[in-house]
């Protein structure tokens, strides 16, 4: 009897606790939609710029432009396709070759890229590439080897490019700078009369100075300046004299030049075929454990050549 008497309480309990809950539930007000803004007050997208990496997402910047460089359009190049140098302002947008093509008065440049990151570039910066439709956008291109190439107008050599590149991973725009070298590009590929020679310059055979300015390596080397210069048969050769005597040869394309003495400073005899154009060397240092080449430019002012009397 007892044992009937507490499941018909526990009955009753359980019966009234499930009528509660119900009736809690009932209570509860209905869900509501989210209040729609104001009239006036639209919803603001997400900014255009909100695509672009900031300066803190993007690896360091290197400063590729030079403020004493002149820019070389297309009008002073002879009609071709050359290869090119092109300094990139992060080396994470790294070229392994360029070939820049001249024609008709216009420059475009394929540039083979040293990983597969990017899948766009826009010749502008990357707020402009946010925003522009998807048609003026570079996409990638595979070449022989399956490497990623793009292809850019060049407005012009030594002189800071713009160009935007989108990457595949991070899905922003990055901004690069570009200067595609016009020291790099062999002789012949530009017009006559571009460049001052000893020729146009009317140096008739002897002895000369003529100033000279180094850029490259770490900062630190230095060479003499004036340095002498020989005219013979028409042709300039000139003596660079190193601060150093750790050089134990120097470079000038495939062509190697030893020192003219084995005591002091190192101090060679180098051919100038134009002046007042970044002349690309290749110094061989001997300071290290390793003997390397160390890549600067030399640049022969015409404007300062004076005869030795």
Partial sequence: MMK??????????????????CGAAAGNPPTQAETPPPAGEPEVPAPPQSEVASAGQMAPVKDV???SMVPVSAGALQDG?????VDSSSSMFNITACELTVA?????????????GYLYIFPGTGGEAAQAEESALIPYAEDDEGAH???LPV?????GVNCAAFSKKKEMWYDRTLVFRADSLPSEAFREGFFATAESLNLSDGSY???????????KAKVDSPAPLRIENGAAYATVAWSSSNYDYMRIGEEKFLPLNSEGNSTFEIPVEFFNRNLVVYADTTAMSTPHEIEYTLFFDSATVEKVS
């Fill in 4 to 21: 009937k008497l507490i499941l018909l309480l526990l009955s009753l309990l359980l019966t009234a606790l499930l009528a509660a809950g």
């Fill in 65 to 67: 432009v030079d403020p």
């Fill in 81 to 85: 396709t050359y290869a090119v140098t």
């Fill in 104 to 116: 008709d008065g216009q420059m475009t440049a394929v540039m083979h890229m040293g990983g597969k």
């Fill in 149 to 151: 190439t793009f292809t």
């Fill in 155 to 159: 407005e012009a050599l030594d002189m």
């Fill in 209 to 219: 100075t003529v100033s000279v300015r180094l850029e490259g390596g770490s900062g």
